[in-house]
């Protein structure tokens, strides 16, 4: 897939020791309740190993801002039940969700992963906002 494709798919992403965290989100009116103050939005998350060592996904964690400026941290083993191992050259792909009590917000955090030497280390996950439609 080109680098053009990716970026519309994808339109979010940050690099950290060549690791590369792509995100694309979408709002999901159907499992949405505005009317009784919920929104929800799912995230497709892509790493992808750009370097010469495998990696392993150890822990997560969610920075999640809502529309009011309350704070919600959310920490975590793995991501959706795993803790991948990703080969050099290859990518883990996850979604997941979630819900606000307000139609804007954002997400950003971090996972922690290893090396196949034994060093932990953290990569970015990119800020992004969750907005519902008008």
């Known amino acids: ?9 994808f339109p979010y992403e940050a690099t950290t020791r060549d690791i590369t965290v792509r ?12 009317e009784n103050g ?3 939005w ?3 998350i892509r790493l992808e190993n750009g370097g010469g060592k495998s990696v392993q996904l150890l ?3 969610w920075r999640i801002l809502d529309g009011r400026a309350a704070l919600h941290e959310v920490r975590g083993e793995g991501v959706v039940g795993e803790m991948p191992l990703i080969a050099p050259g290859a990518s883990f792909d996850y979604v997941s969700g979630c819900p606000l009590s307000t ?3 954002s997400m950003e955090g971090s996972f922690r992963l ?3 030497d034994g060093e932990a280390f ?13």
């Open 1 to 9: 897939m080109s680098f053009s494709a990716l970026a519309v798919l």
């Open 122 to 134: 953290d990569v970015a996950i990119p800020r992004f906002p969750l907005t519902a439609p008008a």
């Open 42 to 44: 799912s995230y497709h």
């Open 114 to 116: 290893v090396d196949e």
């Open 103 to 105: 139609p804007t917000g």
């Open 59 to 61: 822990s997560r964690h």
């Open 38 to 40: 919920r929104w929800f």
């Open 23 to 34: 995100v694309a989100v979408s709002y999901l009116a159907e499992q949405s309740a505005p």
